[in-house]
């Protein structure tokens, strides 16, 4: 089973919703309504969904065929449910008919607004995180846990995803020495975590070879990345994120300072996993 960073960003309950204003459209407009954003259908036989209903089937030959984790494809599916919506809805009918309030629940649980003009908008844009297959991984639960924890606390809890952000760098680091066959002192501190992973991904400044990896610049970018996983493991130590007691809550923490905290541990995670996977990293050549 392949294991992915990954998380759908629209519910089956949701598409469910959409998909039965198909019902009452013809298979025409139905892929018309797709069509208009750049989607196409998938081949018959890769269907998943199984239904009588020749429109329910026609959208979800499409909608089988949408990235639901990328929010680039998300995007422009909420302009297809616009459509859909617009297609279907009687302007002649006052109120909100029982079929849109549902639709317009199911949207609010998955994170968008249904405006009164038919609209659909993020409540909160989605956090770029770790978008990678990682079955590749012996284990990785560890960094998966973190993740979810992360999307979870991002919007709504502010010292939860600090705190979730220095543990995401915590597992990619363990789990990174696990795959190396280094042994991990479970006692360790982030820093020493970070200095041996990188160490033994050629990774530091000291020991990167000749070419891109040894360049200046490239130097420069290894030396800032260190300084920016330590820098998340400290400012959750000094308080501001989840793990310690606090006779006082942190005053002034917001969102912002969340989405800074996440995207530079995603940013160190990612330069972890994508060393670790690359076939020519010079980590490989020094190994052999």
Same mark, same amino acid.
């Given at each position: 089973?392949?294991?992915?960073?990954?998380?759908?960003?629209?519910?089956?309950?949701?598409?469910?919703?959409?998909?039965?204003?198909?019902?009452?459209?013809?298979?025409?407009?139905?892929?018309?309504?797709?069509?208009?954003? +750049?989607?196409? /259908?998938?081949?018959?036989?890769?269907?998943?969904? #199984?239904?009588?209903?020749?429109?329910?089937?026609?959208?979800?030959?499409?909608?089988?065929?949408?990235?639901?984790?990328?929010? =680039?494809? !998300?995007?422009?599916?909420?302009?297809?449910?616009?459509?859909?919506?617009?297609?279907?809805?009687?302007?002649? #009918?006052?109120?909100?008919?029982?079929?849109?309030?549902?639709?317009?629940?199911?949207?609010?649980?998955? +994170?968008?607004?249904?405006?009164?003009?038919?609209?659909?908008s993020w409540q909160r844009p989605p956090v770029r995180l770790l978008d990678r297959d990682l079955s590749?991984?012996?284990? &990785?639960? %560890? *960094? !998966?846990?973190?993740?979810?924890?992360?999307?979870? =606390?991002? &919007?709504?809890?502010?010292?939860?995803?600090?705190?979730?952000?220095?543990?995401?760098?915590?597992?990619?680091?363990?789990?990174?020495?696990?795959?190396?066959? *280094?042994?991990?002192?479970?006692?360790?501190?982030?820093?020493?975590? !970070?200095?041996?992973?990188?160490?033994?991904?050629? @990774?530091?400044?000291?020991?990167?070879?000749?070419? /891109?990896?040894?360049?200046?610049?490239?130097?420069?970018?290894?030396? +800032?990345?260190?300084? *920016?996983?330590? %820098?998340?493991?400290?400012?959750?130590? #000094?308080?501001?994120? &989840? +793990?310690?007691? #606090?006779?006082?809550? /942190? &005053?002034?923490?917001?969102?912002?300072?969340?989405? @800074?905290? !996440?995207?530079?541990?995603?940013?160190?995670?990612?330069?972890?996993?994508?060393?670790?996977?690359?076939?020519?990293? /010079?980590?490989?050549?020094?190994?052999?």
């Amino acid at each position: 089973m392949t294991v992915t960073a990954r998380r759908e960003l629209v519910s089956p309950a949701t598409l469910h919703a959409v998909r039965s204003l198909a019902t009452d459209l013809t298979i025409r407009i139905v892929a018309e309504l797709w069509e208009a954003h +750049g989607f196409a /259908p998938i081949p018959p036989e890769e269907l998943k969904y #199984q239904d009588s209903g020749q429109r329910r089937t026609e959208f979800m030959l499409y909608a089988e065929g949408v990235n639901w984790s990328n929010p =680039d494809h !998300v995007l422009r599916a909420l302009l297809v449910f616009e459509d859909f919506i617009r297609e279907y809805r009687d302007p002649s #009918q006052p109120g909100t008919p029982k079929w849109l309030e549902d639709i317009r629940v199911r949207l609010e649980r998955d +994170g968008f607004l249904l405006e009164g003009s038919g609209r659909i908008s993020w409540q909160r844009p989605p956090v770029r995180l770790l978008d990678r297959d990682l079955s590749t991984l012996s284990d &990785s639960s %560890g *960094i !998966v846990v973190e993740l979810e924890r992360i999307r979870r =606390d991002l &919007s709504t809890d502010p010292h939860g995803a600090i705190g979730a952000a220095k543990q995401l760098i915590e597992a990619t680091a363990k789990t990174a020495l696990r795959e190396l066959g *280094i042994e991990i002192d479970k006692n360790a501190a982030v820093p020493a975590l !970070v200095n041996t992973v990188q160490k033994a991904l050629k @990774l530091d400044a000291a020991s990167a070879p000749d070419g /891109p990896d040894g360049s200046k610049a490239v130097k420069k970018i290894l030396s +800032g990345s260190v300084n *920016i996983a330590v %820098g998340v493991a400290e400012l959750r130590n #000094q308080g501001f994120g &989840s +793990g310690h007691g #606090q006779a006082s809550a /942190p &005053s002034g923490l917001g969102v912002r300072h969340a989405r @800074l905290t !996440v995207n530079a541990a995603v940013t160190w995670c990612e330069l972890i996993l994508d060393t670790l996977a690359d076939p020519a990293a /010079p980590w490989r050549k020094a190994t052999t």
